[in-house]
Structures are given as C-alpha cells and as structure tokens.
C-alpha cells in the first residue's frame, strides 16, 4: 500500500454538519488503523472492525454512512456482511477491498450493488477518492462552508489554497499549508509531534522532532509575527493552535 504523500483534501460533513460515519472491516490490525487513522485526519468519524461478526454488531451501534469492507474476513465474506448490514441499513454504502487475484470473481456482485472496490495493495490517496465519490453520490453529505477553515482572525481556503491572518494574505509552502491545516482542523487540541509526523509526513515518529520542529517555527514567522501568538508549545507534550480570543 502507498503512502506517498498528498495534497490535502476538503472536509466533508453530514447536511446536518456532524461527521461523515465510517466504518473500516478488514482483518489486518495494523491496515485497519492506518486507514482509520487517515480517515480521522481528513474529518471523518471513524470506527473499525476486525471481523464479520463484529462489523455488523458495531454497525448497528455505530450506524455509518459508508463502510470499507474487506471482501475476505475470517468468518464470512464482505457480500454476507453487506446484505446483513442492509437489513438495518439499507442505504449504507460500501467500498470493498479485494486482492488482485479475487477481481474477477467478486466485481459482478459488488457492482450489481451500486458501490466500488479497490484492489490490494492500494493508495490511500485511491481510497479517499472512491469513499468521498460514494457519500457524495448517495447524497450522504455537503460540503462545509465551501473549503473555509477559520481560527480567530486567521482564516484557510482550502480551494483557492489561500490563508490570510486579518485580511492580509499569507504565503505557505505546500508543506506549512498542510501543517497549518492540521492545526486548524484540531483547534485547541493539544497534538503531538508524533502525531504530526504522522498525519503531515505520512511517517512513523523516530526522532525526527527537529523536522516538526522547524517547520512550526516557519509558520510561527509567517503567522504570528507581530500578532497575538496562536500557536502555543505544550511541554513535553507538543503544540496547540488556540484563537486570539480564547
């Protein structure tokens, strides 16, 4: 699976404002909770399960708009669970995992059911895509305020990829606009450099704190020069973009 790097994408949200409700089925511990992890960072509300089983059972609690489903779990195949899914979901819409060498026996069912597959390994950037084509299409949600991302007087508009401290433009590399995002995204919580390595870098945390570092130092320049500070440095634990007014 490939992690390369992405440009960020726009929020999306419920029509009521809430979370778009994912729910992530596949087998694989670790695959389940980078896709989790990802889709949290992109504003999704995020649930996983490791088995047919469970899947429906937490669907029944959780009630996601769109589930990603592995076609080959431990107990029944992602089919069975979909129709058991439907029963109280009937509108719930699923991306399906499957390997390579399954395509030819599954996609007939999968798509005589409206929905979409990727096939493993795939790109996160792939999935993203695909989820977002099905929540849009089944009129699951909207999109929020047109891309704007606002924190005080420091606004982001994630389409023109623009970010203004009052009023007055502010120039980012790709890589301070990502970052910045994902402050904005959390406002007021606390996150760590791990974290941010994380999300912003797309690598696992191994010492390398002087790059997050560095790069919130860039942006303190850009953003909080001769203005109230809105980044703040939490301790040993990390950072927190916190508005003026708080």
């Known amino acids: 699976m490939s992690t390369t790097v992405r440009q960020p994408l726009q929020v999306l949200a419920r029509a009521d404002g809430t979370a778009v409700r994912v ?11 980078m896709l989790a992890s990802v889709l ?10 490791g088995d047919g089983e469970s899947a429906v059972r937490t669907a ?26 439907r029963v109280h979901s009937p509108n719930v819409c699923v991306l399906f995992l499957t390997a390579k060498d399954a395509v030819e026996d599954r996609i007939a069912g999968i798509t005589a059911g409206g929905d979409d597959y990727v096939t493993k ?12 084509g099905l929540v849009r299409r089944a009129g699951v949600t909207r999109q929020a305020a047109s891309g704007q991302l606002e ?13 203004r401290r009052g009023g007055q433009l502010v120039e980012l590399t790709a890589t301070e606009f990502e970052l910045l995002r994902y402050l904005m995204l959390n406002p007021r ?13 797309h690598y696992d945390f191994g010492g390398q704190a002087h790059v997050v570092e560095l790069y919130i130092s860039y942006l303190r320049k850009k ?22 007014a708080d």
């Open 23 to 33: 729910l992530v089925v596949d087998d694989e511990p670790v695959l389940a909770e």
């Open 40 to 49: 949290r960072y992109e504003g999704f509300e995020v649930m996983t399960a």
């Open 121 to 132: 390994p795939f790109s996160l950037a792939e999935v993203l895509a695909r989820l977002r």
């Open 189 to 201: 919580r606390v996150l760590s450099k791990a974290q941010i390595l994380d999300r912003v870098w």
């Open 60 to 85: 029944r609690d959780f009630g996601p708009d769109a589930v990603i489903l592995d076609v080959m779990l431990p107990d029944f195949d992602g089919l069975t669970v979909l129709r058991r899914l």
């Open 223 to 244: 953003i909080d020069a001769g203005r109230e500070p809105l980044i703040h440095t939490v301790r040993g634990v990390g950072y927190v973009l916190r508005p003026a």
């Open 151 to 163: 924190a005080g007087d420091l606004t982001m508009d994630e389409d023109a990829r623009e970010v």
